[in-house]
């Protein structure tokens, strides 16, 4: 079973604060990972994706990622009451066809 | 505008009733997705299809049935065989010529009343 994993929270960290969200994937093969926001009763929107080892920035927001590891983060820094959200991790396992496999989120809230 | 349109936005169902959830994009996109969301749940594939006339099963495809016969639209037949339908639905497009990047349309919420 291909798994995607994630605490699910809810993390709180206060307005100005680094906000650290972590994923952890079970197959080696994976070769590309995606970061998606959604906010309550909306759709998920892209924030980053990321298919090399190590860091990708854009923005305040921070994509890492370590394949020996099986990990995959995302810093957001400088945060804001308007980050509060539901972050999504997905992946894109190499057998999988184009299908993203993703994780159950971990819910976010910044307090101002 | 280009996107991916999702109708209707919310629907209700009767027990033993089949659905039909629409999905339309005009992004020129291959490939096509319907992902479920239950509250407090990530996304579980039910069927996608990478071209026209072709499409694959996901992990929740039982009670599910697609079609795929223009690149534009993909829609999504709940039927009666599906138990606990009620979820927020979701359908996708890649855009292949960005890294494989999967865009959402706006879902459309299913209650079985």
């Known amino acids: 079973q291909k798994e995607v994993e994630q605490n699910s929270g809810p993390l709180s960290v206060p307005e100005g604060a680094i906000a650290s969200l972590n994923c952890t994937y079970s197959d080696r093969g994976s070769q590309s990972f995606f970061w998606y926001r959604q906010y309550s009763g909306k759709s998920p929107e892209l924030i980053m994706s990321?298919?090399?080892?190590g860091d990708k920035e854009d923005g305040r927001f921070t994509a890492q990622l370590n394949k020996a590891s099986q990990y995959v983060s995302l810093l957001i820094r400088d945060s804001q009451p308007s980050d509060s959200a539901t972050y999504l991790c997905a992946v894109r396992l190499n057998q999988a066809g184009t299908a993203l496999i993703f994780g159950k989120g971990t819910t976010l809230s910044v307090s101002s | 505008d280009g996107g991916i349109t999702q109708s209707p936005k919310y629907l209700f169902r009767k027990e033993g009733q089949n659905v039909t959830l629409s999905c339309e994009q005009n992004?020129?996109?291959?490939?096509m997705y319907w992902y479920r969301q239950d509250p407090g749940q990530g996304l579980r594939l039910i069927y996608y299809s990478q071209i026209v006339n072709d499409f694959q099963k996901g992990d929740i495809a039982e009670g599910y049935s697609v079609s795929r016969e223009k690149k534009e639209s993909f829609p999504l037949t709940v039927t009666s065989a599906q138990k606990n339908p009620t979820a927020f639905y979701l359908c996708?497009?890649?855009?292949?010529?960005?890294?494989?990047?999967?865009?959402f349309g706006e879902g459309s919420w299913l209650t079985v009343v």
């Open positions: 990321i298919y090399s080892n």
């Open positions: 992004l020129n996109h291959d490939a």
């Open positions: 996708a497009s890649m855009d292949g010529r960005s890294g494989n990047t999967i865009y």
